[in-house]
C-alpha cells in the first residue's frame, strides 16, 4: 500500500477475509490501519481508533503502522505490529541482532532524543496524573557520553533449547540470555549492547564449559537441573569482575570452573557458587560460597572507595548514579544537616554527602549490605556515618533527622514507612525511584501527611529500555496532626 492510499489516522482497515468490522468494533486479529500518536509507560505506542486506546510495541511517534489486534478488552485494544507504512521521523536503524525479541530493550527503533522526549514524559504524566500532583519538572538528566556497554551487572538466566542445526536425536544445547517480554521463555544471542565486552565473553566461555561437561542445567518448568543463573558484576573505574553462580544445590565440579575461569580471566577477583533451592522467579538464595578469590569486588562511587557482595544492590549505571546522587545532595540540602538514609543498600548514598553532613544514618534490612555500608564507611575514614540493619517502617522515634532519602524498590515504600518518615518531622524528603508511577504515589501519600513536592527531576540511568529514575524534593507544608497515624 502506498502513502496515499493509507486509511485515516485511526481509521480500521478489515483484514482481507475478515468480518469487514471496524473500531469500536474490532475483532480480534482484525488488521487496521493508524497513526502512534504517543508512548505508554511501559514503551508501547499509542493509537486511537475511533476513541478507542490501541496499545502497539515497538512503533514510534508519528508512525502511520498496519497492526493486528492480538487482545480486546472493555476499554482498550492491545495491537501487534505488521509493518510500518509510513515511518516517523524518530525512527533509526536497529542495531541489536535479538531486538525486539528480547527483553532487555524497549528502544533499539527511535533516536536517543526521541527517548529522552518519551521518559520526560513518563515522569510527567506519573505526577501530574497518578499523583495529581504539580511540580516543577527539571529537564532530563541525559546519558549523552554513553549509551551502550553501560551496565555494570548482568543476570543471565540459562536453560536448554533444542538445536534445530543439527537435527532430531541430537542434545538440546545449553544458552544464556534473557527473558522474552512478558515471558520467561529465554533468548539467546551472543551480543549484548548494554553490557561489557567482558560479559559477553564471559558468559559464553562459562556456557561452553557447563556444555562440555555436561553439567546440569536447571528446569523452572520441572524445577529439576542444578545451574539457574550466571550473574556478574563489574568495578566501573576498579574494573574488577565477580561471577556468582546460582544453582539449585551445591556441586563440587563449580570450584574447577571457578580456577578456569580465573586463569583465564585475570579481571575476574572472585568467583562464588549462591544456592538457591526454591520454586521461585527470585534469582538469589541466602547461602553464598566462594570458590575462587574474594566474594566483594571494590569500585569508587562519588569519590568514596565501596565494597560490594554479590547480593547487594548497586546502581547498574555508575557514571549516571554519580549525577543521581549530586541531585539528591542538593534538593535535601545537605550541609551540615543530619540525613537519614533509608533502604541504603551499600550506603553510596549517604556515603556520597557524609564530607557535607553533620551525621549520615542509614537503614536496610539486607545484612550483607549492612555490613558493606559499615566496611565502606571506615575504609574511607567516614566518622559520622552509621548503618543500621532493620526495616524502614521500624526506625527508632527518637531521631531528629533534617532531611530524610527514600531509594526504595521498585514497588515503592509502604504506607508505614511514609506514616513513620512523617512523625520524625524533617524539614526536606528526597524521593529517588526507578519507577516514577510509584514515586508519585508515594509523593501523594506524602501530601496527605504534610508534604508539599516542589521539583522532580528525571535521570536516565538505563538508555535504550523504557526505565527511567526520577528524584523528587520535597518540603514540610504544615504540623503533623495526630489522627494522621490513626
Same mark, same amino acid.
Given at each position: 500500500?502506498?502513502?496515499?492510499?493509507?486509511?485515516?489516522?485511526?481509521?480500521?482497515?478489515?483484514?482481507?477475509?475478515?468480518?469487514?468490522?471496524?473500531?469500536?468494533?474490532?475483532?480480534?486479529?482484525? !488488521?487496521?490501519?493508524?497513526?502512534?500518536?504517543?508512548?505508554?509507560?511501559?514503551?508501547?505506542?499509542?493509537?486511537?481508533?475511533?476513541?478507542?486506546?490501541?496499545?502497539?510495541?515497538?512503533?514510534?511517534?508519528?508512525?502511520?503502522?498496519?497492526?493486528?489486534?492480538?487482545?480486546?478488552?472493555?476499554?482498550?485494544?492491545?495491537?501487534?505490529?505488521?509493518?510500518?507504512?509510513?515511518?516517523?521521523?524518530?525512527?533509526?536503524?536497529?542495531?541489536?541482532?535479538?531486538?525486539?525479541?528480547?527483553?532487555?530493550?524497549?528502544?533499539?527503533?527511535?533516536?536517543?532524543?526521541?527517548e529522552l522526549r518519551a521518559k520526560e514524559s513518563f515522569v510527567r504524566d506519573a505526577f501530574t496524573r497518578?499523583?495529581?500532583?504539580?511540580?516543577?519538572?527539571?529537564?532530563?538528566?541525559?546519558?549523552?557520553?554513553?549509551?551502550?556497554?553501560?551496565?555494570?551487572?548482568?543476570?543471565?538466566?540459562?536453560?536448554?533449547?533444542?538445536?534445530?542445526?543439527?537435527?532430531?536425536?541430537?542434545?538440546?544445547?545449553?544458552?544464556?540470555? $534473557?527473558?522474552?517480554?512478558?515471558?520467561?521463555?529465554?533468548?539467546?544471542?551472543?551480543?549484548?549492547? &548494554?553490557?561489557?565486552?567482558?560479559?559477553?565473553?564471559?558468559? *559464553?566461555?562459562? #556456557?561452553?564449559?557447563?556444555?562440555?561437561?555436561?553439567?546440569?542445567?536447571?528446569?523452572?518448568?520441572? *524445577?529439576?537441573?542444578?545451574?539457574?543463573?550466571?550473574?556478574?558484576?563489574?568495578?566501573?573505574?576498579?574494573?574488577?569482575?565477580?561471577?556468582?553462580?546460582?544453582?539449585?544445590?551445591?556441586?563440587?565440579?563449580?570450584?574447577? &570452573?571457578?580456577?578456569?575461569?580465573?586463569?583465564?580471566?585475570?579481571?575476574?577477583?572472585?568467583?562464588?557458587?549462591?544456592?538457591?533451592?526454591?520454586?521461585?522467579?527470585?534469582?538469589?538464595?541466602e547461602s553464598d560460597h566462594v570458590l575462587h578469590g574474594n566474594a566483594d569486588i571494590t569500585d569508587t562511587?562519588?569519590?568514596?572507595?565501596?565494597?560490594?557482595?554479590?547480593?547487594? $544492590?548497586?546502581? #547498574?549505571?555508575?557514571?549516571?548514579?554519580?549525577?543521581?546522587?549530586?541531585?539528591?545532595?542538593?534538593?535535601?540540602?545537605?550541609?551540615?544537616?543530619?540525613?537519614?538514609?533509608?533502604?541504603?543498600?551499600?550506603?553510596?548514598?549517604?556515603?556520597?554527602?557524609?564530607?557535607?553532613?553533620?551525621?549520615?544514618?542509614?537503614?536496610?534490612?539486607?545484612?550483607?549490605?549492612?555490613?558493606?555500608?559499615?566496611?565502606?564507611?571506615?575504609?574511607?575514614?567516614?566518622?559520622?556515618?552509621?548503618?543500621?540493619?532493620?526495616?524502614?517502617?521500624?526506625?527508632?522515634?527518637?531521631?531528629?533527622?533534617?532531611?530524610?532519602?527514600?531509594?526504595?524498590?521498585?514497588?515503592?515504600?509502604?504506607?508505614?514507612?511514609?506514616?513513620?518518615?512523617?512523625?520524625?518531622?524533617?524539614?526536606?524528603? !528526597?524521593?529517588?525511584?526507578?519507577?516514577?508511577?510509584?514515586?508519585?504515589?508515594?509523593?501523594?501519600? &506524602?501530601?496527605? &501527611?504534610?508534604?508539599?513536592?516542589?521539583?522532580?527531576?528525571?535521570?536516565?540511568?538505563?538508555?535504550?529500555?523504557? *526505565?527511567?529514575?526520577?528524584?523528587?524534593?520535597?518540603?514540610?507544608?504544615q504540623p503533623i496532626q495526630c489522627e494522621n497515624f490513626v
Open positions: 500500500m502506498k502513502k496515499n492510499e493509507c486509511q485515516r489516522a485511526g481509521s480500521a482497515r478489515p483484514a482481507e477475509g475478515s468480518s469487514g468490522a471496524k473500531a469500536p468494533g474490532v475483532k480480534k486479529n482484525d !488488521v487496521f490501519t493508524a497513526q502512534i500518536q504517543s508512548l505508554s509507560n511501559d514503551g508501547a505506542g499509542v493509537a486511537k481508533i475511533d476513541g478507542v486506546t490501541v496499545f502497539v510495541p515497538f512503533t514510534a511517534v508519528g508512525d502511520t503502522a498496519e497492526i493486528k489486534a492480538v487482545k480486546i478488552t472493555k476499554s482498550v485494544i492491545f495491537g501487534k505490529l505488521l509493518r510500518v507504512i509510513s515511518p516517523s521521523p524518530d525512527r533509526t536503524d536497529v542495531d541489536c541482532e535479538a531486538f525486539p525479541l528480547c527483553g532487555g530493550c524497549d528502544f533499539r527503533h527511535i533516536s536517543y532524543s526521541a497518578i499523583g495529581k500532583l504539580t511540580p516543577e519538572f527539571l529537564p532530563i538528566i541525559a546519558d549523552n557520553g554513553c549509551t551502550a556497554r553501560y551496565r555494570n551487572k548482568a543476570q543471565y538466566p540459562l536453560t536448554k533449547i533444542a538445536d534445530a542445526r543439527r537435527g532430531e536425536g541430537h542434545a538440546a544445547r545449553v544458552v544464556a540470555g $534473557f527473558y522474552a517480554p512478558r515471558s520467561h521463555r529465554i533468548i539467546p544471542h551472543r551480543d549484548c549492547l &548494554l553490557h561489557p565486552d567482558e560479559f559477553n565473553e564471559l558468559r *559464553h566461555f562459562i #556456557v561452553d564449559y557447563i556444555s562440555a561437561n555436561r553439567l546440569s542445567v536447571y528446569d523452572e518448568a520441572t *524445577h529439576s537441573g542444578v545451574i539457574r543463573h550466571i550473574c556478574i558484576r563489574k568495578g566501573h573505574y576498579s574494573g574488577e569482575i565477580n561471577i556468582c553462580l546460582v544453582v539449585r544445590r551445591k556441586i563440587p565440579e563449580l570450584r574447577k &570452573l571457578a580456577n578456569i575461569i580465573a586463569a583465564e580471566f585475570p579481571a575476574v577477583t572472585g568467583v562464588v557458587m549462591n544456592v538457591n533451592p526454591d520454586k521461585t522467579n527470585v534469582i538469589y538464595g562511587m562519588c569519590g568514596i572507595d565501596v565494597r560490594i557482595s554479590p547480593r547487594s $544492590f548497586y546502581q #547498574v549505571n555508575t557514571s549516571m548514579a554519580e549525577r543521581l546522587y549530586a541531585i539528591a545532595a542538593d534538593f535535601a540540602q545537605s550541609d551540615n544537616a543530619v540525613v537519614l538514609d533509608l533502604y541504603c543498600g551499600i550506603g553510596t548514598i549517604g556515603l556520597s554527602m557524609a564530607h557535607r553532613a553533620k551525621t549520615i544514618i542509614g537503614v536496610e534490612r539486607v545484612a550483607p549490605s549492612v555490613t558493606n555500608a559499615n566496611a565502606n564507611a571506615q575504609r574511607n575514614g567516614i566518622t559520622n556515618a552509621r548503618f543500621i540493619l532493620g526495616d524502614a517502617a521500624d526506625i527508632p522515634d527518637d531521631l531528629s533527622p533534617d532531611a530524610v532519602i527514600l531509594d526504595p524498590a521498585r514497588k515503592g515504600c509502604e504506607r508505614a514507612v511514609l506514616e513513620r518518615v512523617a512523625r520524625l518531622n524533617p524539614a526536606r524528603i !528526597v524521593m529517588v525511584s526507578c519507577d516514577p508511577a510509584t514515586a508519585a504515589r508515594d509523593c501523594a501519600r &506524602l501530601g496527605e &501527611l504534610g508534604y508539599a513536592t516542589d521539583c522532580v527531576a528525571a535521570v536516565d540511568l538505563f538508555p535504550r529500555t523504557r *526505565h527511567v529514575e526520577c528524584v523528587a524534593k520535597l518540603h514540610k507544608r
